[in-house]
């Protein structure tokens, strides 16, 4: 089946450094890609959607300067949280699909960030 | 706008029994999917069930049934013979059909099912 890994799967950072968390799709061709926020006990917020070469489309309320997405590859989309405050600690989630059935959406496992 | 509605916070129900999530949705698209989501405390989020605003029957997956009423726009999930091992978070997500390919996951709040021996 397919499937799409997250790295790392959880990461420990200080105020107003950078992180950088990479989502892979292992075994297919992603032609877009996902980012999910979500805090304990809430609900997956969708944080923008990459495809292939192109600039990603950000959801209303996301800051672009601050979660930089990069889709290089048709296998490879990266999220960067730039000068990470402590309220950006979350659980960052990808999904991808290689667009081939209505259904499907492939998940990575998520990324547990914690800003200190 | 998309919209989903998951009005249940969290649901106890007894091992071997069956147990009801509810779902509503709001979209003015006449192609839409809809999607049933386990998140275990692992984070992992595994999908269960789908089922496309054209299908004719409700989808059925081993113990996952979704219940769908269009004109209601309902799409609850059923699942029979409850497991210790269901317990987790349920979303419900829907999803704009554009030439039968679709695009980004719009979720629901989520519903903690608690499964008690």
């Known amino acids: 089946g397919a499937v799409v890994s997250q790295h790392p799967s959880w990461v420990i950072c200080k105020s107003g450094t950078s992180v950088k968390i990479e989502c892979r799709s292992l075994d297919f061709q992603a032609t877009t890609m996902f980012w999910y926020r979500q805090f304990p006990k809430q609900s997956l917020m969708l944080m923008a959607t990459s495809n292939e070469g192109s600039k990603a489309t950000y959801e209303q309320g996301v800051e672009k300067d601050k979660f930089l997405i990069n889709h290089a590859s048709l296998t490879l989309s990266t999220l960067t949280v730039t000068s990470a405050h402590p309220e950006d600690s979350s659980f960052y989630i990808c999904?991808?699909?290689?667009?081939?059935?209505?259904?499907?959406?492939?998940f990575g496992p998520g990324t547990r960030l914690t800003v200190t | 706008a998309q919209k989903i509605t998951q009005t249940q916070p969290g649901m106890f129900v007894q091992e071997k029994e069956a147990v009801t999530l509810d779902c509503t949705y709001d979209t003015s698209d006449p192609s839409y999917g809809l999607f049933w989501y386990k998140q275990p405390s692992s984070g992992e989020m595994i999908f269960l069930i789908y089922?496309?605003?054209?299908?004719?029957q409700n989808a059925t997956e081993g113990r996952y049934s979704l219940n769908f009423q269009k004109a209601r726009k309902s799409a609850n999930l059923v699942i029979s013979a409850s497991q210790l091992g269901d317990s987790a978070m349920y979303f419900c997500a829907m999803r704009r059909m554009i030439y039968n390919q679709g695009g980004k996951l719009i979720f629901g709040q989520g519903t903690e099912l608690s499964v008690k021996p």
């Open positions: 999904s991808a699909t290689q667009g081939v059935t209505p259904y499907e959406q492939y």
């Open positions: 089922q496309g605003s054209y299908d004719q």
